[in-house]
């Protein structure tokens, strides 16, 4: 067995309804009194914060919220974000939302922790003060974020760059389901998707696979992948929203340990340039990626097909095309979009698209097989 390291989040609660005493956690386990939730203005508006801040206040603790995060969050909302945390004299930081509000409760912790630069935190292993305590909530299953020691910030018009460090991880996260009971359809299905893509990038990495974070990926992939359409048409089956923020968290704590590659690489200049939800710029490219990387990942491809397709057979190929197939199946009986002329991408735009994905150096790397920018053209060319 070659060696490795495995790493994830210290402490997790799984609880239906943990949100509504929230309070009582963080004091069972935090001494500080000051915590700021950073979290986004269609939560705090919608009341699905409420009964967690209800649950703070009668606990004591002094809150202050930062609900101005966005989707793809710049380097101006996050330093913004930290300005006020810090005025407010915030102890511990509580990320309350998707991915973007999980990502920059990352980023704040890190920076009134250590007063380090942004700037200087891009990239990976940068982090290199400590931070404050940090609790992370999802109410998606999608992102993983929650398990995650990778905070993505968009740099400049339509630029993306991750600060990866292991001071990211949280102390503390809490998967309570009943968050994701009012998430519509269409986001239900992008953001499920977006972790099976987690799953599948994981198990197929080229570097840092190992025995547990395939162990993960595989249950991840079985979860996700049997209770997306349940909780796509039903957004109040408890056990299937269970089922999903479980695999969700499980494919990112794979994906943490044996990073993601050419699908997530692809995706981001779709979603920095054009706007485009993160997990669903993942599923637009997922299946060409995949046929681009059937050569050297057939067997890998066949494995989880196993998982999709248990009834399907013949060699690695067939294989590999089968979970491929089941993929886009899975895609069409949400009715998301499947085509990158769907969502207002031009074919002019292509080249730009593929010189853009160039500039994801830290998740090329990991793909099965290199990418080269006229790899990526042609991938988006039959994304199209």
Not at 25 to 31: H, I, S, V
Not at 131 to 148: D, I, K, M, Y
Not at 221 to 240: C, E, Q, V
Request: hydrophobic share 50%; charged share 15%; with cysteine.
């Amino acid at each position: 067995m070659n060696a490795f390291e495995f790493s994830t989040v210290p402490a997790l609660i799984t609880e239906y309804g943990a949100a509504r005493r929230l309070g009582a956690l963080l004091r069972e386990r935090f001494a500080q009194e000051s915590l700021c939730l950073v979290t986004d203005r269609f939560l705090r508006t919608s009341g699905l914060i409420a009964p967690a801040l209800a649950s703070l206040h009668k606990t004591g603790w002094k809150v202050t919220i930062i609900d101005d995060v966005v989707a793809d969050p710049p380097e101006e909302v996050v330093l913004a974000a930290a300005e006020r945390a810090m005025a407010c004299g915030a102890e511990l930081i509580v990320g309350f939302g998707g991915g973007s509000s999980m990502d920059v409760a990352k980023l704040i912790a890190a920076l009134l922790g250590s007063h380090q630069p942004l700037k200087s935190m891009y990239g990976v292993g940068n982090v290199s003060g400590p931070r404050l305590p940090l609790v992370q909530v999802p109410t998606t299953a999608g992102t993983g974020s929650e398990v995650t020691p990778i905070s993505i910030v968009t740099t400049g018009a339509a630029t993306k760059a991750g600060v990866v460090s292991p001071r990211l991880y949280a102390d503390l996260t809490v998967l309570d389901a009943e968050l994701t009971v009012g998430l519509p359809p269409h986001v239900t299905a992008a953001t499920g998707i977006d972790a099976i893509v987690h799953a599948i990038e994981a198990y197929t990495s080229r570097h840092k696979k190992n025995p547990l974070s395939d162990m993960l990926a595989r249950e991840a992939l079985r979860l996700l992948s049997t209770n997306l359409l349940p909780t796509f048409r039903n957004g109040a089956d408890r056990k299937a929203r269970e089922a999903m923020l479980l695999g969700a968290m499980l494919a990112g704590q794979a994906f943490a340990n044996a990073p993601v590659a050419a699908v997530h690489a692809l995706a981001y200049p779709i979603g920095g340039i054009f706007h485009v939800p993160h997990g669903l710029s993942n599923s637009l490219v997922l299946p060409h990626v995949l046929r681009f990387n059937a050569p050297a990942a057939a067997g890998l491809y066949g494995e989880l097909a196993g998982i999709m397709a248990p009834h399907c057979s013949g060699s690695d190929e067939a294989r590999c095309h089968a979970l491929i197939d089941m993929l886009e199946g899975l895609a069409a009986a949400t009715g998301i979009e499947r085509r990158l002329c769907e969502v207002g991408i031009a074919e002019a735009d292509l080249p730009r698209l593929a010189a853009d994905a160039m500039l994801q150096t830290r998740l090329l790397i990991n793909n099965p097989l290199e990418v080269s920018e006229a790899d990526a053209f042609a991938i988006y060319q039959a994304a199209y």
